[in-house]
């Protein structure tokens, strides 16, 4: 299944703004984040504060809804989705 | 005490007389300074029944004990008054170096009252404080009349925050603007100092400020500066100004696009923050003793500016229909020149589009018409045209062609960058805001969107009254220390106390600072029922609470009111209809 990654901010800085990638059934957010660090260095280091734990205020969206409200990085990917991944930012 | 200035300056624009009073100890234990002052010497000054643009309207000018003491991102001062747009006691918070200025002058507060016979500006200086002509400026915009009095006064150590000819043509959205860019925004005070013949203020002085106890402050300050450094959120403000908020809001889904019809910008990587680092953005700027700088300093095409921020970068952006960049930092300028609020203007503009496109009023603005865009900020702040009309606001103009539903307002001020359909307890922090349509009297989308002190699901009502009513209180406690808002993304109320207690040598813990915050809530709630607001202005406009989102995850939604409001006004000691009952103003010291 295809599933589009979009990245924003700092994420910018270690991998590409926008880009598409293949898994297989049955894979989740960690699937997809483990590929992330495998492909480009320095994701793992901004995204998690430890091993399967995310840094402070890092936000994943899926299709527009947080992951955090869904299965955490559990949340299974599906044909077509669109994966949004956010640094700590705001404003006002 | 400490941390004060020690003097408050009243000039009677009337009689043209200046007088210098000391600060009330009780004023400083009671509201501790900033919005505080403002509220409480407002209130107690002028009479409920007045016209907000009548001489009998007052401005306060008050920074905070925290303000210029050193103490990370001290820096604000807030400017309050009765809102010509809203009709409530408001206020509005500006950085930049103002505030300190004027604390380094000797005055903590400033109060404005009459109205002058001719243009006249308030000098500050060491101690003094004296009214001067101004009717050379007159006409001229906020850069040329800081330029103007830094001339005359021949000191650039001088600091001017002032009106431009949107407040003195009394555009009910008009600003005041400190050092050419920080705007005190909202309400349309600048409206209310044109309105007094009042064209600036100007502060020069280098009075010591003091802290009470200078080691602790230092230990505070250093656990503060060190939290705010760590802290992922501040850096990305730093990195990417506040405009990096368009691509999160939008991915989310509530991204108000094109007056709030849907809630999705397709364009939006556009005028992101992003966008802005990688083109117009010159370097990053901060106000006084600020680490973060999430100011941006621009440069395009010949022209340098300030911003946008993230409310201008949305408002003359996506809910214009506009990606385009240039246009949008451009209108943004404007509005810096002129002095308008760079939030209703645009929002007002949106109005105006909408409408025109739907055939309710006859006029060729279309959304995406930036150019178009641009004429319409300029003939607002001229009061020329149809821009007279949209001058009075959105609610007014839409009101007058008989379709108030497109004002896109709460207490007739225009509503900020979020759509409340998809973010449910920040909708009800802005219904319930005492000063209208806002998003800085407590801002939701902390928790709601960007996870922070912790991750609330932005779809569900259970358990957002008690957090609204905790935010509403501590912003408006952090509002009256004349510390930046921006602060709260990394300390706790803790801090603050400590900050405030070190500081001025009042003894203040978490849970008294709160209280202060909601003193200050229940004194602007209690006054604006007095100016006839009730049960039936907290809410938001029609569109947000019976017309669902149209896409992405939200899909469906509507803002459910009636799930908060009852406990939200039960948790703060409020009757069914909004007013606080006699049992909480005791509580508060407000029988």
């Given at each position: 299944?295809?599933?589009?990654?979009?990245?924003?901010?700092?994420?910018?800085?270690?991998?590409?703004?926008?880009?598409?990638?293949?898994?297989?059934?049955?894979?989740?957010?960690?699937?997809?984040?483990?590929?992330?660090?495998?492909?480009?260095?320095?994701?793992?280091?901004?995204?998690?504060?430890?091993?399967?734990?995310?840094?402070?205020?890092?936000?994943?969206?899926?299709?527009?809804?947080?992951?955090?409200?869904?299965?955490?990085?559990?949340?299974?990917?599906?044909?077509?989705?669109?994966?949004?991944?956010?640094?700590?930012?705001?404003?006002? | 005490?400490?941390?004060?200035?020690?003097?408050?300056?009243?000039?009677?624009?009337?009689?043209?007389?200046?007088?210098?009073?000391?600060?009330?100890?009780?004023?400083?234990?009671?509201?501790?300074?900033?919005?505080?002052?403002?509220?409480?010497?407002?209130?107690?000054?002028?009479?409920?029944?007045?016209?907000?643009?009548?001489?009998?309207?007052?401005?306060?000018?008050?920074?905070?004990?925290?303000?210029?003491?050193?103490?990370?991102?001290?820096?604000?001062?807030?400017?309050?008054?009765?809102?010509?747009?809203?009709?409530?006691?408001?206020?509005?918070?500006?950085?930049?170096?103002?505030?300190?200025?004027?604390?380094?002058?000797?005055?903590?507060?400033?109060?404005?009252?009459?109205?002058?016979?001719?243009?006249?500006?308030?000098?500050?200086?060491?101690?003094?404080?004296?009214?001067?002509?101004?009717?050379?400026?007159?006409?001229?915009?906020?850069?040329?009349?800081?330029?103007?009095?830094?001339?005359?006064?021949?000191?650039?150590?001088?600091?001017?925050?002032?009106?431009?000819?949107?407040?003195?043509?009394?555009?009910?959205?008009?600003?005041?603007?400190?050092?050419?860019?920080?705007?005190?925004g909202r309400g349309g005070v600048g409206a209310v100092m044109g309105s007094k013949n009042l064209k600036a203020i100007a502060a020069r002085g280098d009075l010591p400020i003091k802290a009470a106890d200078e080691?602790?402050?230092?230990?505070?300050?250093?656990?503060?500066?060190?939290?705010?450094?760590?802290?992922?959120?501040?850096?990305?403000?730093?990195?990417?100004?506040?405009?990096?908020?368009?691509?999160?809001?939008?991915?989310?889904?509530?991204?108000?696009?094109?007056?709030?019809?849907?809630?999705?910008?397709?364009?939006?990587?556009?005028?992101?923050?992003?966008?802005?680092?990688?083109?117009?953005?010159?370097?990053?700027?901060?106000?006084?003793?600020?680490?973060?700088?999430?100011?941006?300093?621009?440069?395009?095409?010949?022209?340098?500016?300030?911003?946008?921020?993230?409310?201008?970068?949305?408002?003359?952006?996506?809910?214009?229909?506009?990606?385009?960049?240039?246009?949008?930092?451009?209108?943004?300028?404007?509005?810096?020149?002129?002095?308008?609020?760079?939030?209703?203007?645009?929002?007002?503009?949106?109005?105006?589009?909408?409408?025109?496109?739907?055939?309710?009023?006859?006029?060729?603005?279309?959304?995406?018409?930036?150019?178009?865009?641009?004429?319409?900020?300029?003939?607002?702040?001229?009061?020329?045209?149809?821009?007279?009309?949209?001058?009075?606001?959105?609610?007014?103009?839409?009101?007058?062609?008989?379709?108030?539903?497109?004002?896109?307002?709460?207490?007739?001020?225009?509503?900020?960058?979020?759509?409340?359909?998809?973010?449910?307890?920040?909708?009800?922090?802005?219904?319930?805001?005492?000063?209208?349509?806002?998003?800085?009297?407590?801002?939701?989308?902390?928790?709601?969107?960007?996870?922070?002190?912790?991750?609330?699901?932005?779809?569900?009502?259970?358990?957002?009254?008690?957090?609204?009513?905790?935010?509403?209180?501590?912003?408006?406690?952090?509002?009256?220390?004349?510390?930046?808002?921006?602060?709260?993304?990394?300390?706790?109320?803790?801090?603050?106390?400590?900050?405030?207690?070190?500081?001025?040598?009042?003894?203040?813990?978490?849970?008294?600072?709160?209280?202060?915050?909601?003193?200050?809530?229940?004194?602007?709630?209690?006054?604006?029922?007095?100016?006839?607001?009730?049960?039936?202005?907290?809410?938001?406009?029609?569109?947000?609470?019976?017309?669902?989102?149209?896409?992405?995850?939200?899909?469906?939604?509507?803002?459910?009111?009636?799930?908060?409001?009852?406990?939200?006004?039960?948790?703060?000691?409020?009757?069914?209809?909004?007013?606080?009952?006699?049992?909480?103003?005791?509580?508060?010291?407000?029988?």
């Amino acid at each position: 299944m295809k599933v589009q990654v979009k990245a924003f901010a700092t994420f910018r800085e270690v991998m590409d703004s926008q880009f598409d990638l293949d898994f297989l059934q049955g894979a989740t957010i960690r699937t997809l984040l483990e590929d992330l660090i495998e492909r480009y260095d320095g994701v793992g280091e901004l995204m998690f504060a430890s091993p399967g734990t995310l840094r402070d205020f890092v936000n994943i969206l899926k299709n527009g809804r947080n992951i955090h409200f869904l299965g955490g990085l559990d949340t299974p990917l599906d044909d077509g989705d669109v994966i949004a991944l956010f640094p700590p930012v705001a404003g006002g | 005490m400490d941390g004060y200035a020690g003097n408050i300056v009243y000039a009677d624009l009337s009689l043209g007389k200046v007088t210098i009073k000391p600060t009330p100890p009780d004023l400083k234990k009671q509201f501790i300074g900033g919005r505080g002052f403002g509220i409480r010497l407002l209130t107690d000054m002028v009479d409920p029944k007045i016209d907000p643009m009548s001489e009998k309207n007052v401005l306060v000018y008050a920074s905070g004990p925290l303000t210029g003491t050193g103490i990370p991102l001290g820096s604000r001062y807030e400017v309050s008054t009765i809102s010509p747009l809203t009709g409530a006691a408001m206020s509005a918070n500006s950085g930049g170096v103002f505030g300190w200025k004027m604390k380094k002058a000797g005055f903590d507060a400033v109060v404005l009252s009459g109205k002058a016979k001719k243009p006249v500006y308030l000098f500050l200086d060491n101690g003094k404080a004296e009214l001067r002509n101004a009717a050379h400026l007159w006409g001229k915009t906020t850069g040329q009349t800081t330029d103007a009095i830094m001339e005359e006064l021949n000191d650039k150590s001088v600091r001017v925050s002032c009106i431009g000819p949107a407040g003195e043509k009394l555009v009910l959205f008009a600003c005041i603007i400190n050092e050419k860019t920080r705007a005190a925004g909202r309400g349309g005070v600048g409206a209310v100092m044109g309105s007094k013949n009042l064209k600036a203020i100007a502060a020069r002085g280098d009075l010591p400020i003091k802290a009470a106890d200078e080691a602790q402050l230092d230990l505070v300050k250093e656990r503060v500066r060190k939290k705010i450094e760590d802290n992922g959120i501040e850096k990305a403000l730093h990195n990417y100004g506040t405009a990096v908020l368009i691509n999160i809001i939008n991915e989310n889904y509530v991204l108000p696009t094109r007056n709030f019809q849907t809630a999705h910008f397709a364009n939006a990587e556009n005028v992101s923050g992003e966008t802005i680092a990688k083109t117009i953005l010159k370097k990053p700027k901060g106000c006084y003793a600020c680490i973060v700088q999430c100011g941006r300093v621009h440069e395009f095409d010949g022209e340098t500016g300030e911003g946008p921020e993230y409310e201008p970068d949305w408002a003359f952006g996506p809910d214009c229909g506009i990606d385009d960049l240039k246009a949008v930092a451009r209108a943004n300028n404007i509005c810096n020149e002129y002095g308008l609020d760079a939030i209703s203007a645009p929002a007002t503009i949106a109005c105006l589009m909408e409408m025109a496109e739907k055939g309710y009023v006859k006029h060729p603005i279309r959304f995406g018409d930036a150019k178009g865009m641009l004429k319409l900020v300029e003939q607002i702040a001229k009061r020329e045209d149809i821009g007279n009309e949209l001058a009075e606001g959105s609610f007014r103009f839409a009101t007058k062609y008989g379709h108030p539903e497109f004002s896109m307002s709460s207490k007739k001020q225009e509503l900020p960058a979020y759509d409340p359909r998809g973010i449910q307890g920040y909708g009800l922090a802005t219904a319930t805001s005492v000063r209208g349509g806002d998003h800085v009297y407590g801002y939701m989308i902390s928790p709601e969107v960007l996870g922070a002190p912790e991750k609330l699901d932005p779809y569900v009502t259970k358990g957002k009254p008690q957090w609204v009513k905790t935010f509403q209180d501590l912003t408006a406690a952090i509002d009256a220390s004349g510390m930046c808002l921006f602060t709260s993304f990394a300390l706790g109320a803790e801090d603050y106390a400590d900050l405030l207690t070190a500081t001025t040598g009042m003894k203040i813990d978490t849970a008294g600072l709160l209280k202060i915050g909601e003193r200050i809530w229940n004194l602007q709630k209690l006054y604006n029922i007095k100016r006839g607001f009730g049960r039936k202005d907290d809410t938001l406009p029609a569109r947000l609470l019976n017309e669902p989102l149209k896409e992405g995850a939200p899909k469906g939604q509507v803002w459910r009111r009636d799930e908060m409001l009852d406990e939200y006004y039960t948790l703060r000691g409020w009757d069914r209809e909004g007013t606080p009952t006699q049992e909480k103003r005791k509580d508060l010291g407000l029988a």
